[in-house]
């Protein structure tokens, strides 16, 4: 089944770090574009990070420049969203998408609590 | 990019069509000619599922009560024919130049 899995996700205070990963199955990672989009309790999705094939290309939304970084490992079919100095206004399900949104994750949720 | 969605809400009936409009501050049409606009819908406690792409094309699996229609920076989202499962949020969504950026979403229940 083509399907992409996130984990990683918790509590954490504010100042922490966390990492998320996503894992693609029955497909091959490598032919495609990758994201992370995240939800906020009560608000609407935002787009918060792309890599293109072999991380040719890599954007961050601005709000996250400097602190997240996403990158990709294609030899384990995965890509990563490394988020650090988490602020209490990154709490959001994050989920994982490929390309233009053909496929997501479940979501991952993180929430940044003292 | 500003993606502008209306209604934000949308009371709709069973079996009547409901239709959501979505506005770009600039237009969408890239430099291949294709128009990036798509649409998503998201269920309470769900991922999104994305139901037209390209202004116009079903995702596969999509039923056909779903049509998109537009151009430019204007766009259209319409349901035939409402059924129960069609309950949650619409979001549009351009992806011509990053930041890809959705609008509000428009709640749609019975």
């Known amino acids: 089944e083509v399907q992409l899995v996130e984990s990683g996700g918790g509590l954490v205070q504010p100042g922490g770090s966390l990492r998320l990963s996503c894992a693609a199955f029955g497909f091959t990672l490598n032919n495609h574009w990758m994201n992370w989009v995240r939800r906020a309790p009560g608000k609407g999705l935002e787009w918060v990070a792309q890599i293109k094939e072999g991380g040719r290309e890599i954007y961050h939304l601005d709000s996250v420049k400097g602190r997240f970084a996403i990158s990709r490992d294609d030899a384990r079919n995965s890509v990563y969203l490394q988020m650090n100095s988490l602020r209490v206004e990154d709490t959001a399900v994050y989920y994982c998408a490929r390309e233009r949104g053909d496929l997501w994750g479940q979501g991952t949720l993180v929430a940044v609590s003292s | 990019v500003v993606m502008t969605q209306s209604p934000l809400s949308l009371p709709v009936t069973l079996g009547q069509p409901a239709s959501i409009f979505c506005s770009s501050s600039q237009s969408l049409v890239y430099s291949d000619g294709d128009t990036y606009l798509s649409w998503y819908h998201q269920r309470p406690g769900q991922s999104p599922r994305r139901l037209i792409h390209k202004v116009f094309n079903r995702d596969p699996g999509v039923p056909d009560r779903f049509s998109g229609s537009g151009s430019g920076t204007d766009f259209t989202l319409k349901i035939s024919r409402v059924e129960a499962e069609d309950v949650g949020v619409y979001y549009c969504?351009?992806?011509?130049?990053?930041?890809?950026?959705f609008g509000q979403g428009t709640k749609v229940d019975i």
């Open positions: 969504m351009h992806s011509i130049n990053w930041p890809w950026t």
